[in-house]
């Protein structure tokens, strides 16, 4: 083994547990708060300046001194100002030579700029080792030292022994450095901090567009629809009653709608006879929300349960269980059980029960830790298994529940059918293509053109 | 420092903002949906083929060359052939001399070779950088590029440079390389996408035995002797009072098993005098999957209180309440508070729900992400001590709920006891062992053995 | 590309597919343990050690020999001895020069010595390249294979190689290898297993200190002065209705307490006029942790769930509602539904529910994974947002629920207020507080101070 280059790499020589200097280029927010805590852990700080006449805002350990003297005083070099004033570092190019320059920009839009920060760091000046870091931590965690939310720093940069001495920063201010490779992850880097809940745009949307939809339709039937033509006042239904029937419905519509996309792509797939070709555009962002689509039916079923558990603590339940005794009792006789009913409501009870059940399993196998330790066959198996089966269950818990609406005149009020079948359409259309798609006749081929298989490979020339 | 070390391993020397050429060796369907991938991700992909005349299968992008011409394009070859093909590599040795070849082959079963693929190969070619990656991956989720499932990609090599390569490969991807060390660990990594829950298998058979045991117990005691001899119809108790009996039962049986092994493993210890002995082969299996057991146990114990807290809604526990109430106002006379009663069925509902909250905070603690935050004192104080406590008071709630039956004949139909005293047993001996095991006549010499103090130190002559 | 250097770096040369020689200096427990494992997994162990005559204690198929012979077998030697015999050490100086020395050591008080074992162990030997490794393993983890905590290892030290290697081992026995970065982080690695849930500490003691009062304080209340002046024995309260009386008080009263330091932390800036001074110690410590309080706030409304919905299955719930019914029956007359009633009775009931719905959104975004995925954006909005949302809906709910409570005087047994009246007054200061907090006129130079504007900036002269 190579013992020279091994020591020439140690890359915190502590043989005198000193850190070594650390330069900022840039007094403003971030460069102070950056500072300070570099200063709390024990780094000794330059701070490159125009002119030193501010030092007053600046951390009292750290020296003040201009961008060529605090340079030379530091293998790192931290840039803390904007990329539009990066330009002025070019005359500094031959101090800067050979030094690590950590980027900590942040843009104000996802892809402001055709090349990321970091890279156009890189370009203006080659002689340096440019590493991306720290954009994606707050200067007010850094500063309030309550940094409970990720302590990831992604790091990324060309050199590696550059990266090795940032991420033992980056240890030594208490955080987490994550490799994320060479510079041309920069990008992503950058945009990561500019995201809110990206993939989740889409699935909350709809899911509020559908609530909405769902709410008013029952208020109209379930309250106004009485009010008016049975001159009761069930306004109070608005708190529990019709939030316990929108919320299974956007449950099982959700959940369905989570096995639409594979069953559209099967049909694709089929019918083009290859799988080498994209799927249409908006197939593909249904496709990537998939996940999220199912986190909130289960946020939704969630609530379902809860919401049923609470009936009978409510006023109005047991003031109808009370009236339905008290009538039996003024009569003088006791109904006998009736055995439908019990079996009716033992069923779909139990059905919701291991529905939702299957559901809680799939959403925890979707937290990222467990799913990290599944493989792609574990995977497959639960999401599409399991999935599938708590598809079922639910239908079927809907249908026992709600079978006795499709006939009776009752659920037609104003000639619109109850929610409870609409929330029927979609489960049972997916349910029944996936029974077709899995016939041998259907299922072969369809594996055969997962598997590579093509029908006319002539198509791509 | 050594500055010009650190410009030799810069690994993507990407001032030019190019992708290096990627080889790929086989147009199979890997080999295919790597490189449609690849191109998507910027780099040029080059295929290496015996003829070039089924190029229309090819993305369309991608260059077809015989594997010679084609390997010399590219500093990485992408080995897409199957392992019994290798050979027809080593003409080629020359050509592939130095070059970073990563395979990305898996076997039909586990162990199928003695050495792995990737060993093999570094056999074969000794002078290239043999790198194992992407096995983890399947086809169809580069493809359809819906990588949901885990995004991890094993990576491991002898060559600490050309596996950083590999692993720019797979960061561009938008895939997370996980370092796996040298080659030796192919083999663990080529078994690893073979698996379907292997710890899983033996406590879910051992659960799915035990619940049918148990139901059709249940089923036999409850309706069919019901039904002969009482000449009452219960058949709807399948759906939910059955499974509510048979879930409480398996989750307290479930839980106690998995400290069983610890205590036998405590007594095998103190009987030899010694921890530096393995334990028998079915006592290192059964200590192995105690968390899976006791997460099944969880299961049941979850599906066990969502069950009783449905049955206010059930038909049947309303015309029960409903009977027992009118039969009262039918004899005008309201009957007092039974404060034995009261205390019994608050006590065993208060024990019920401490014992669950103790036992959903272990199940929290099992997932990985939380498990990797506590260090070893803190979990095994969370699994022994709070363990043992859901234990107690889950079988605390048992005997104060079932505790009547134990006198009562009628318990005993047909001779057999009924299923909440069988549920005891293993419980109960569990504490009472338990109990003796931390006597401190018993407890002191055990704590010594497991600090390595030997009885008999010359056994391992 | 450096050929020549990445093939010296190749770091196990497994041409011949064997592992290297590891020499382990003492033969105590956990240096036998290690052995025994290192064994399994294909590792050639020799000891070092003063007496070969101890050998019967040593894994049969290790070596025994004299420390500067065993020393010369191996290029990584394992320090199983603790600091305070390491200076014997210092006359093989010469044989250990250039090896790779792994210091697994732990101490037995956080911060015993001024600087790390590790640390301590590269001054005694500057030739040696010192690994900090191992010490979060137990010796008894390690021997009965029984690995379900923390796999991880905590991996530090100054020369990339040396780890590099030190990390290859640990990934052969199973565990996963963490890079805590150079060798400073020895002293944290150090202290990380003597610790039991430090965060914890305080906000555990506080709430057990809090619900012992608040369930003595019922108990006088509820129990006994219903015993002492209205002749009822309500000592079965003690199991279910008063716990359902404590747990949400400590809900909200915790919940509360997590916003309680980011107020003050407000009002001190505004104050001050600057953020760049550290707050007062005691806000910072109840900042770090307010997770662990938000946690536990989480835990005690899970409770009261729980309790509340077992509501309808209890001896006296059942009593109480035949009593209304039968009451009712005997005056021959049905109460008509009482609409103010069922409105107030839905709305806390739907309050609630949501309330805790967010607050499990909550829980979920602090599992160290999840958090780990989202950035800060995407944190702050959670943890703020949906935190007040959570806080403002709970709020509602105890005020709705108890609101009948303040002007009754049956609320003030022996003058003294009763507990839901008490549980309102921290989260109500706080809301209002905040309310105060988000008018334009303060907020925008809060912001202002937080975005690093200083009123008064010569403060730091």
Redo the contacts between chains.
């Keep these: 083994?190579?013992?020279n280059?091994?020591?020439?790499?140690?890359?915190?020589?502590?043989?005198s547990?000193k850190?070594e200097t650390v330069c900022i280029f840039g007094t403003?927010?971030f460069g102070?708060?950056l500072g300070?805590k570099m200063i709390q852990s024990g780094y000794p700080v330059v701070y490159g300046s125009r002119s030193t006449q501010i030092s007053?805002?600046?951390?009292?350990d750290a020296e003040v001194l201009g961008h060529a003297e605090a340079a030379q005083k530091a293998?790192i070099i931290i840039i803390a100002i904007q990329r539009q004033h990066y330009n002025f570092l070019t005359p500094l190019a031959e101090v800067l030579h050979?030094k690590v320059l950590v980027d900590i920009s942040n843009n104000l839009k996802l892809n402001q700029y055709p090349?990321s920060n970091a890279?156009y760091l890189?370009?203006l000046l080659?002689g340096s080792?440019v590493v991306k870091a720290f954009n994606?931590?707050?200067?007010?965690?850094l500063?309030?030292?309550?940094l409970?939310?990720?302590r990831?720093v992604f790091v990324c940069g060309?050199?590696?022994?550059?990266k090795?001495m940032v991420?033992?920063i980056v240890?030594?201010l208490g955080l987490t450095p994550l490799d994320?490779?060479?510079?041309?992850?920069a990008q992503e880097i950058e945009n990561?901090?500019?995201?809110?809940?990206p993939m989740w745009r889409f699935p909350m949307f709809l899911s509020l567009g559908l609530t909405a939809f769902f709410f008013f339709y029952c208020v109209a039937l379930d309250i106004i629809y009485t009010y008016i033509y049975e001159h009761n006042?069930f306004?109070?239904?608005i708190?529990?009653?019709i939030?316990n029937r929108v919320c299974p419905v956007m449950a099982l519509v959700l959940l369905a709608l989570v096995y639409v996309p594979g069953i559209f792509?099967a049909i694709i797939q089929l019918y083009r006879g290859t799988?080498?070709r994209r799927?249409p555009d908006w197939l593909?962002k249904w496709?990537?929300c998939?996940?999220q689509l199912g986190l909130i039916a289960l946020?939704f079923a969630?609530?379902h349960?809860?919401?049923?558990?609470?009936?009978?603590?409510?006023?109005?339940a047991?003031?109808r269980?009370?009236?339905?005794?008290?009538?039996?009792?003024?009569n003088?006789k006791?109904?006998p059980?009736?055995?439908t009913?019990?079996?009716?409501?033992?069923?779909y009870?139990?059905l919701g029960?291991l529905g939702?059940?299957l559901f809680?399993?799939l959403g925890i196998t979707s937290?990222?830790?467990?799913?990290?330790?599944?493989?792609?066959?574990?995977?497959?198996?639960v999401?599409s298994k399991l999935g599938y089966m708590a598809l079922i269950l639910c239908t079927a818990h809907t249908l026992v529940y709600g079978g006795k609406w499709f006939l009776s005149p009752s659920a037609y009020k104003w000639y619109l059918p109850n929610i409870y079948i609409l929330s029927l359409i979609v489960p049972c259309a997916v349910l029944v293509v996936k029974f077709v798609l899995i016939f041998p006749c259907v299922d072969k081929p369809l594996t055969e053109i997962?598997?590579?298989w093509?029908r006319n490979?002539?198509?791509?020339?």
């Design positions: 083994m190579n013992k280059s091994s020591n020439t790499m140690a890359l915190a020589p502590n043989t547990n850190r403003g927010d102070r708060a300070h007053n805002l600046i951390p009292k293998a050979g090349e890279e890189a370009q080659p080792k994606t931590v707050s200067a007010w965690a500063q309030s030292g309550t409970d939310a990720s990831q060309d050199d590696v022994e550059a090795q991420m033992n240890r030594a994320k490779g060479s510079l041309l992850a990561y901090p500019l995201q809110l809940f006042d306004s109070f239904f708190a529990i009653t939030p792509a799988k080498y799927f593909d496709m990537l998939r996940k946020a969630s609530l349960v809860v919401f049923t558990l609470v009936t009978p603590l409510r006023a109005f047991s003031w269980t009370g009236k339905g005794i008290i009538s039996q009792a003024l003088n006791t109904e059980l009736d055995h009913k019990a079996w009716l409501s033992d069923s009870l139990a029960i939702f059940f809680v399993l937290l990222p830790s467990v799913s990290n330790n599944v493989n792609w066959r574990e995977f497959r198996f999401q997962r598997q590579g093509e490979p002539k198509y791509s020339e």
